[in-house]
Antibody, heavy 122, light 106 residues
């Protein structure tokens, strides 16, 4: 079954870091880019960036430059997103998603994980 | 960053109605635009990509049009399962999403 399985909910204090994992199964992990998107309660989605699982190259949204790091481990077909310097405003559901185009040109998101709730609270 | 403005933010409609949602980009995104449906507690689901291409398995009552800066998502005959929130997503330059349109029962 083609799916992305994310790690469980996290509660962090302001200033801390969080690392979310996303395990891919049912398809060739290195063939499709992984994007990370977050959604605060009642808000539209917000893009954090993407990683190419084949070579590990990552590109981040300007807003998160310096605070986000995306990595992967091809041996266990898992992608990771680490966000540092957490504030209350980082409280959101964090999704890993896959683009539908194996050539990496068409960035529509055809497969989503169920989301990982990150709560930042003092 | 490219800004995506969706309208309306809420739409009240009845089963069988034709509904149209609009998304406007702050600059041209060519045809690099997708639409998603999201239900409470669930991840978004892809409906349309490249402005007008229907994702496999999505009912044909959904359709997308537009290019450049102005796009629409239409549902030809609203079904009970279609009451949800819809988002547009440009991926011409990085990615940005609209704030969503909630389609609710009239």
């Amino acid at each position: 079954q083609v799916q992305l399985v994310q790690s469980g909910a996290e509660v962090k204090k302001p200033g801390a870091s969080v690392k979310v994992s996303c395990r891919a199964s049912g398809y060739t992990f290195t063939d499709y880019h992984i994007h990370w998107v977050r959604q605060a309660p009642g808000q539209g989605p917000e893009w954090l960036g993407w990683i190419n699982p084949e070579n590990g190259g990552a590109t981040y949204a300007q807003k998160f430059q310096g605070r986000v790091t995306m990595t992967r481990d091809t041996s266990i077909t898992t992608a990771y997103m680490e966000l540092s310097g957490l504030t209350i405003d980082d409280t959101a559901l964090y999704y890993c998603t896959r683009i539908g185009d194996s050539y990496g040109v068409d960035w529509y998101l055809d497969l989503w994980g169920r989301g990982t709730l990150v709560t930042v609270s003092s | 960053d490219i800004q995506m403005t969706q309208s309306p933010s809420t739409l009240s409609a009845s089963v069988g109605d034709r509904v149209t949602i609009t998304c406007r980009a702050s600059q041209s995104v060519r045809s690099w635009l997708a639409w998603y449906q999201q239900k409470p507690g669930k991840a978004p689901q892809l409906l349309i990509y490249k402005a007008s291409t229907l994702e496999s398995g999505v009912p044909s009552r959904f359709s997308g049009r537009g290019s450049g800066t102005d796009f629409t998502l239409s549902i030809s005959s609203l079904q009970p399962d279609d009451f949800a929130t819809y988002f547009c997503h440009q991926y011409h330059i990085n990615s940005t999403f609209g704030r969503g349109t909630k389609v609710e029962i009239k």
